[in-house]
Each structure stands twice: as C-alpha cells, then as structure tokens.
C-alpha cells in the first residue's frame, strides 16, 4: 500500500503540525509521508491583510483537487469559512492551547511593558485589541515564520511579539512565553490552535481513516467560532476573535451535562471600540449558536467596525 501523501507548508510550524498527523495515522496502521507545498504565503512578505484570505492555503487545496496529495493540514484559523467543493475536514484532532501569548525582551508581562514600547503582531485582530486596552504601546506589522518573529526580539528589532501559543507549543518553545492572555484580555482567532485535516470528499475511506483522528469537542467548538465568522461576512484577517468550549452545567435534578460555551468580540482597527457578546447552548446546536452570536453582535454596531 502507497503511503497518504500529506500536502503542508514548508515551515517549521507546518511541517511540525502535519507530521503530528502522519504519525497517529502511522500508529494506526495507515503509513503517511509529507509532500511540500510552496504557497503564495511564504513567496510574499506582504502582510496577510493585503495579499487576501486563504493565502497559506489556496495552493495546497489545488494539489489536493489536482490528485497531487491525498490529505492537506492546515492550520484551521488560516482557511476561508466558505466550503471548498469537492473538500470535506475529515478531522479536526485535539486543539492545542488556542490563547494568543506574547514573547517579549526581559521577560515583561504586557501591564509591565512601558509607554511606546514597540510590540509586532500579524494580525489586525491583536493589533485592534491590544491598542484597546489603551496602554499607549505602538504596535508594528510582523511576518515571517515563527523563528525571524522571535528574532526580532531576541535581537532588539522589537519589544515584543503577540503569537499564537499552540505555536509556540508545537515547535518545543513553550517555555519562551512570557504571558498567555485570558481571553477577557485578549480573544483569539476563531478556530485558533486547532488543525483541520482535508481530503476529497469522494475517497470514502480515506474520509473513515481520517476520521479516526476527530475530536468532537474541538471540532464543535470550532464550528461554533467559525459561524461567528461567517455570519459576520468577515475574513480570517478580520479583527473579530471568538472562542468555545464544552462546559459542564447541572439542571435542576442535579444531573450534570455538556453545553457549549462562546465568546465573540469584534474590535476597530484603531483600537477606538470593542463589541463582545456571549452565549450558552447546546452542544450539537454550534453553527445555530455561531450565527446568533453574531447577529447579536451586528445588532450592537459590529458591521460598522468590521467593514471601518
């Protein structure tokens, strides 16, 4: 039998993320190897904002429709909230830590850094949020993969970075977190810290392999966050966070059950408003909970700050 071939970006944390995956299908019986994909992503260095929504992953879906590749990993948070056709997420395994952390010179939490100290981010959704916690800091765009964005702080360029901790985490430098923010201080990305493990959606065994590899309370938490989304009609670079999980609640017999916990904010770009909003619901109701998250959001004025 020819082993799974594996579409991923040639980065450090891509590669790391997609041999997670090709492991636990070796554990269970189906060998699995890496194909590199180069995408338009890693040829630019444009911010995200500019170069459009699935940037990182575009190409790796045409090897996929293409035949090149049987199985492509994204990370979750990077793809579009409208479907592929032809494409189904087969998996969507354990999440890792989904908080945003940041990484900074002297090891200063983010109430420590002083006035005008320079911090890089990515992503419009923490730039947005952290100018609204009104702390005086200047923020600056960031790209480059996980290595050259702690460089700059390692070698003076910046103050501080604000990145994903499941990063982080993933590439074994956990222990250079400096703070990870409560998602009261800053909410991440809808679907932040989760994969998403895609095949066509006519290879009926691969999608039963891949299956085995799925976790329902990840994967209905992210639907959730990933409603928000769309409901709202905003990109994956859009300043909107949201985050779910399954929660244990107690009814009035006492008995203990699941619910789905989740949070949604939508933040201006300069930092001038933030709209949050929260729900509780059932758990097999996540994309339901999603869209009615967000129209309480829109109800608030977050159209405005999405499109501003």
Do not use: W
């Not at 630019?44 to 904002?49: D, L, Q, R």
């Not at 945003?100 to 947005?128: E, H, K, M, Y």
């Not at 967000?294 to 700050?305: H, I, K, M, Q």
Request: with cysteine.
């Amino acid at each position: 039998m020819n082993p799974i071939r594996i579409g991923t970006r040639g980065s450090l944390l891509a590669r790391t993320q997609s041999q997670t995956i090709a492991d636990a299908l070796t554990a269970n019986g189906h060998p699995a190897e890496l194909v590199i994909i180069k995408t338009a992503g890693d040829a630019s260095a444009a911010p995200v904002a500019e170069i459009g929504v699935g940037v990182f992953t575009t190409a790796i879906r045409n090897a996929l429709h293409a035949g090149e590749i049987d199985v492509a990993v994204h990370s979750y948070k990077d793809l579009p909230t409208a479907p592929d056709p032809g494409l189904r997420i087969a998996a969507v395994p354990p999440r890792e830590d989904p908080r945003d952390a940041l990484v900074s010179s002297g090891n200063l939490v983010l109430g420590a850094l002083p006035p005008g100290a320079t911090i890089g981010t990515s992503s419009p959704r923490r730039a947005a949020q952290l100018k609204a916690l009104g702390l005086g800091l200047e923020i600056r765009p960031l790209r480059g993969n996980l290595d050259s964005r702690l460089g700059k702080v390692a070698g003076g360029e910046l103050d501080a970075v604000v990145v994903a901790r499941a990063g982080l985490v993933r590439i074994g430098r956990a222990e250079e977190v400096t703070e990870a923010f409560d998602p009261v201080v800053l909410l991440p990305a809808p679907a932040q810290g989760a994969l998403a493990v895609e095949c066509r959606s006519d290879d009926a065994e691969l999608v039963r392999i891949l299956a085995e590899l799925d976790d329902e309370a990840t994967r209905v938490a992210v639907d959730a966050e990933r409603a928000v989304l769309a409901a709202l009609e905003a990109g994956c670079t859009a300043p909107v966070g949201a985050i779910a999980e399954v929660v244990e609640s107690i009814d009035e017999d006492g008995r203990i059950f699941a619910e789905l916990s989740l949070r949604a904010a939508v933040a201006a770009e300069d930092g001038s408003d933030v709209i949050r909003a929260s729900v509780v619901g059932p758990v097999d109701n996540a994309e339901q909970l999603g869209r009615g998250l967000a129209a309480e959001l829109l109800d608030l004025g977050a159209g405005e700050l999405v499109n501003s």
